[in-house]
């Protein structure tokens, strides 16, 4: 186990009709609310009246940051500085999935930052300056955002899709209502369930040892993602299902399964140019890569890891390690499959065009080459991006 | 799954050698320390020594509350008001195992506060006062204090044992390196598995349904001490075994496996009469009582749990619940035993004697009677108690 700081002080309410505390949590950082949120469907869920009640209630003066997108643009961040700076902002209410909380997180930041947001948001993780407080409430169980220090930001003039993050820009308190989650599409569940899995496979497969914890830790959220997105997906308003899907997305990515190991993540680099360049759903393209990636990604040196996620995630029989690795590749295919999600990318309208280009960027703009799992040069990750053309088999 | 608030303020500070750290760390509180330890045992280790050469070079004025009791007594926590009123203390910086840790949160606070000590903590967990800031650097892998609000304070003139805590006794920052427990004995590394895993235990046999994320943290950090403390019993200085029980110790009781679900304790209880009358190690009274209740909690409307942890943390392949449940009993205590614990009260000097008081008193000091797993009054308790007098067999 590496050395590592743990360190996330978000408040996390969790459960049914908290809202009522809402109005307390703003009282202590001010008056001036700057609300945040997608593309209406807090409207038609029926949240955004219930927000805004309380805060009408509580004396708020309330502005607004509507329209973000599902991989939220830094032009939206910029029109968002611009009312924090005009209107004096004391506080940031984000009341949506992950674009949603991403997008008001470098808000915060920007907002107290004096050169572009963009400029920003290049520092990636080396960004250490304050931001505005920011309070969620969070409606898709996806990205984990709602409970960690990072946010993901789009420039699609560049074709950039970017990780940037820092202590200040960690929510202060965080509403996980499951209910929230109810309305969330068959799709938008199993890709956001895909997401949560995706993360848990990222910090799982890393070359520390003796990182009992986290990998169990790992292992007992993957066994809840794959037990609780069939059910919710099968009954949208099933709580138990919601509520486990949304305590397991926050945990996927707080620290507790990837602090302590060293690496970089391998699926994730990937698909950030997939979205950069098409504008899929993150989950999707996620659960696309992931087996695809696992099949490159094993060999005899890597065997005894994907042996023991085989026998601890999908309690496969097989004693024999290989064999027992191709299995559980296989289950992950076919889990994501069978939760309604395409498994290849002409479905979701990527053919091999530009395969090249997103290639060479996601070696460029990460570290995949030098610190992955399985160090990944151009020609490697343009052999996982041909592997998801079609349809595959691993057994 | 019920509703809960997690909130976690500490911060962390995992890994080797991070004590350069420290005056940074105490910096922002102040600069009159109360160093807080026990009876001596970091002097021959080296640590004390390490941090006053740390303290001494940032110029804190350092006062000293040592001789903290392995079951930290209330006239102990008073001579430490004492000192932090005196002499004005910033910051309290305690060294050593949850004793220790525990004595200065209940220090903290009770400088804070008007009355005396012990009505503090009769105050439970109702009590909502301030408290002074706490770092811990953390020597026993165990309690889990070092990341709790929560602490347990011994009246031995009247014989009680009581738990108190409120959000400000939090530590803000905690140490914890793994090579400071290498020095830990069998007898207390053991005892101190035993307590982890205690907590796990009683977090996980609770009534709440559907909290599949907190029951599988559980069984993933049962299984993770249950590899490693063998472990680091044959190999003290095991970095990896002693650094994954630490982890696993902070873990178990932070609120990951607890929040969300319902219901008292059972075992804790009943252990804090045989330490308030006997004046015993914790864990060990704790491993003796563990597999007791167990055979006493079994039944048909039980079973399935106790399947399941026998599935899921023992590996147990029965099928059959009911053999199952009872094969998981078996392992748990042959596990304790194989540690080198004393499995019978008898052994750590406790006969029938007062039986009577200690099952009074525990029914009363709590909410077992209504609240626990399976509700256990007065004669229920006894019963446990006198199953521990001499070596069971559970199948």
Redesign the interface.
């Known amino acids: 186990?590496?050395?590592?700081?743990?360190?996330?002080?978000?408040?996390?309410?969790?459960?049914?009709d908290?809202l009522d505390e809402l109005p307390e949590v703003l009282e202590s950082f001010g008056k001036r609310v700057l609300l945040v949120y997608g593309g209406g469907s807090i409207k038609k869920m029926g949240l955004y009246d219930q927000v805004m009640a309380r805060l009408k209630a509580n004396n708020n003066q309330v502005f607004e940051l509507s329209g973000v997108e599902p991989n939220p643009r830094v032009e939206t961040v910029r029109r968002g500085v611009e009312i924090c700076r005009d209107e004096n902002i004391d506080v940031l209410l984000a009341v949506g999935g992950g674009s949603t909380i991403d997008c008001a997180k470098v808000v915060a930041a920007a907002t107290l930052y004096e050169g572009d947001a963009w400029d920003l948001v290049l520092q990636r993780r080396t960004f250490k300056g304050p931001a505005l407080p920011l309070v969620t409430i969070l409606t898709l169980a996806a990205t984990g955002t709602e409970m960690n220090s990072g946010a993901v930001i789009s420039n699609l003039s560049t074709n950039q899709k970017l990780g940037v993050g820092s202590p200040s820009m960690l929510p202060k308190v965080s509403f996980l209502d499951p209910q929230n989650t109810y309305s969330v599409n068959a799709y938008q569940t199993a890709a956001g369930s895909a997401d949560i899995f995706s993360h848990l496979i990222e910090n799982y497969f890393k070359r520390t040892?003796?990182?009992?914890?986290q990998?169990?830790?790992s292992?007992?959220?993957m066994?809840?993602v794959i037990?609780?997105c069939p059910i919710a997906l099968k009954e949208p308003q099933n709580?138990?299902?919601r509520?486990?899907l949304m305590?397991?997305s926050s945990?996927a990515l707080n620290g507790?399964t990837g602090?302590?190991k060293t690496g970089s993540w391998s699926c994730h680099p990937i698909e950030h140019e997939l979205s950069a360049f098409y504008d899929i759903t993150h989950g999707v393209g996620l659960a696309i890569l992931t087996p695809r990636w696992m099949d490159y990604a094993l060999s005899d040196e890597t065997v005894d890891t994907f042996a023991q996620f085989a026998w601890n995630v999908w309690n496969v029989e097989e004693r024999v390690p290989m064999l027992a690795a191709r299995i559980g590749i296989q289950k992950t295919y076919d889990y994501f499959k069978d939760c309604g999600i395409p498994m290849t990318l002409p479905e979701v309208g990527i053919n091999e065009e530009k395969f090249d280009i997103m290639a060479k960027q996601a070696v460029e703009h990460n570290k995949i080459k030098t610190m992955a799992y399985v160090p990944m040069d151009v020609e490697d990750v343009k052999e996982i991006l041909e592997a998801c053309l079609t349809e595959s088999s691993f057994v």
């Open positions: 186990m590496e050395n590592f700081t743990f360190h996330v002080s978000t408040d996390i309410r969790f459960g049914k908290r040892e003796g990182t009992d914890v990998d169990a830790v292992e007992g959220l066994r809840t037990k609780n709580y138990e299902a509520a486990n305590w397991a945990l507790l602090n302590g």
